[in-house]
């Protein structure tokens, strides 16, 4: 199951530099996709859409993204995985991108940056997961998943040992490495569908998996163990039907849990739950954009999309709230398709990222 295959790319800058040369990047009859950030707490955006590359400047106004990953260590780095177009990298805010030639045409399903050293990344594409320890000049095939059933939803590294590395398969298999990734085992089969997994950057010996439609579950011992995180899920009508989890770094034990019925909140590490009243009512949109100001978590933001048929946006909305959900605000958003990933800045709350696709 270990297979180690370098992936050498080459010293030249044009092949470093090269984008998406065999990708075509065509916005929709909707509007544009890509990253957009705000300044001013999303009350104005500005794509942020510049691609380099050996032939000049390109857009990436086109890229269907599916999530945007961030550096534990340096708030300006950005990593940009997509739906089929692969992966890109910004280290200056989203000013400018790169594209990681090594994963060009992937999907880009699952992505973790070492939190002790930001030259080191791990990466899947559902079925492999990829390792760099150069800042992408060379990559290394981990591991391949036979069974064509499965893919890889989420990787993440351990924020006390960097050598201990997590991976959580759709069919609900839980992976661990104790070497970086050189080699792996199965520690949990949860036997039903899991959609994340992350370790509690307050207490690595705490890991979170969250289930598509069973829940959460967290485990204190490094995943040997795992107990129900969701305790009443149940009185809130379509909350198991997950959409984000997202850890307030901020505060022990606090974390949000975005479903279908709307947001729910935990400060007891998933003991108990209370809901963020939101202006939208339970379960009349989907919320697959969820923020909070890092320095200030009274300070929210969620995007609020309906789809129409053939899951076309017919409409979406920001929702903002400066004291915790009391009151909220709506704001326009910049494009017509769908937002799927939204991020504050660590250094600065104002700042805020929305990645756009269609589906």
Same mark, same amino acid.
């Given at each position: 199951?270990?297979k180690k295959?370098?992936?050498?790319?080459?010293?030249?800058?044009?092949?470093?530099?090269?984008?998406?040369?065999c990708?075509?990047?065509?916005?929709?009859?909707?509007?544009?996709?890509?990253?957009?950030?705000?300044?001013?707490?999303?009350?104005?955006?500005?794509?942020?859409?510049?691609l380099?590359?050996?032939?000049?400047?390109?857009?990436?106004?086109?890229?269907?993204?599916?999530?945007?990953?961030? /550096? @534990?260590?340096?708030?300006?780095? #950005? &990593?940009?995985?997509?739906?089929? =177009?692969? $992966? %890109?990298? +910004?280290? *200056?805010n !989203?000013?400018?991108?790169?594209?990681?030639?090594?994963?060009?045409?992937?999907?880009?399903?699952?992505l973790?940056?070492?939190?002790?050293?930001?030259?080191?990344?791990?990466?899947?594409?559902?079925?492999n997961?990829?390792?760099?320890?150069?800042?992408?000049?060379?990559?290394?095939?981990?591991?391949?998943?036979?069974?064509?059933?499965?893919?890889?939803?989420a990787?993440?590294?351990?924020?006390?040992?960097?050598?201990?590395?997590?991976?959580?398969?759709?069919?609900?298999?839980?992976?661990?490495?104790?070497d970086g990734?050189?080699?792996?085992?199965?520690?949990k089969?949860?036997?039903f569908?899991?959609?994340h997994?992350?370790? /509690? @950057?307050?207490?690595?010996?705490? #890991? &979170?998996?969250?289930?598509y439609? =069973?829940g $959460? %579950?967290? +485990?204190? *011992?490094? !995943?040997?163990?795992?107990v129900?995180?969701?305790n009443?899920?149940?009185?809130?009508?379509?909350?198991?039907?997950?959409n984000?989890?997202?850890?307030n770094?901020a505060?022990?034990?606090?974390?949000f849990?975005?479903?279908?019925?709307?947001?729910?909140?935990?400060?007891?590490?998933?003991?108990?739950?209370?809901?963020?009243?939101?202006?939208?009512?339970?379960g009349?949109?989907?919320?697959?954009?969820?923020?909070?100001n890092?320095?200030?978590?009274?300070?929210?933001y969620?995007?609020?999309?309906?789809?129409?048929?053939?899951n076309k946006?017919?409409?979406?909305?920001?929702?903002?709230?400066?004291?915790?959900?009391?009151n909220?605000?709506?704001?326009?958003?910049p494009?017509?398709?769908?937002p799927?990933?939204l991020?504050?800045?660590?250094?600065n709350?104002?700042?805020?990222?929305?990645?756009?696709?269609?589906?």
């Amino acid at each position: 199951m270990n297979k180690k295959i370098q992936i050498l790319l080459g010293l030249l800058s044009a092949l470093v530099l090269t984008g998406a040369g065999c990708v075509q990047f065509i916005n929709t009859a909707q509007g544009p996709m890509g990253v957009f950030r705000s300044g001013d707490a999303g009350e104005t955006w500005a794509p942020k859409s510049v691609l380099l590359t050996s032939q000049g400047l390109k857009s990436l106004s086109g890229a269907k993204v599916y999530k945007i990953y961030t /550096d @534990p260590s340096d708030p300006k780095a #950005l &990593y940009m995985g997509t739906r089929g =177009q692969g $992966l %890109y990298y +910004s280290y *200056d805010n !989203g000013d400018t991108w790169q594209a990681t030639v090594a994963m060009a045409g992937k999907y880009i399903y699952a992505l973790s940056v070492d939190p002790r050293d930001k030259c080191t990344i791990y990466v899947s594409d559902g079925q492999n997961i990829y390792k760099t320890a150069d800042c992408q000049r060379n990559w290394e095939l981990l591991f391949s998943e036979t069974r064509t059933t499965q893919r890889f939803v989420a990787l993440a590294v351990d924020s006390n040992d960097s050598k201990v590395v997590y991976g959580a398969e759709l069919g609900g298999d839980v992976f661990r490495s104790k070497d970086g990734g050189q080699s792996w085992r199965i520690i949990k089969r949860f036997n039903f569908e899991l959609r994340h997994l992350v370790v /509690d @950057p307050l207490n690595s010996n705490r #890991l &979170y998996a969250a289930a598509y439609s =069973q829940g $959460l %579950y967290r +485990s204190d *011992d490094g !995943g040997e163990n795992w107990v129900s995180a969701g305790n009443g899920f149940e009185k809130f009508n379509d909350s198991l039907s997950f959409n984000r989890l997202v850890m307030n770094t901020a505060q022990k034990d606090s974390l949000f849990w975005i479903s279908k019925y709307g947001i729910l909140r935990s400060n007891d590490a998933g003991a108990s739950w209370s809901e963020i009243k939101l202006l939208t009512p339970p379960g009349s949109v989907n919320i697959y954009g969820f923020a909070f100001n890092p320095k200030n978590p009274q300070e929210m933001y969620y995007t609020g999309t309906i789809l129409g048929d053939n899951n076309k946006n017919v409409r979406s909305t920001l929702y903002k709230t400066a004291d915790g959900g009391v009151n909220w605000v709506t704001k326009k958003l910049p494009s017509n398709t769908i937002p799927v990933d939204l991020l504050t800045s660590r250094e600065n709350g104002k700042v805020l990222f929305l990645g756009f696709t269609t589906l």
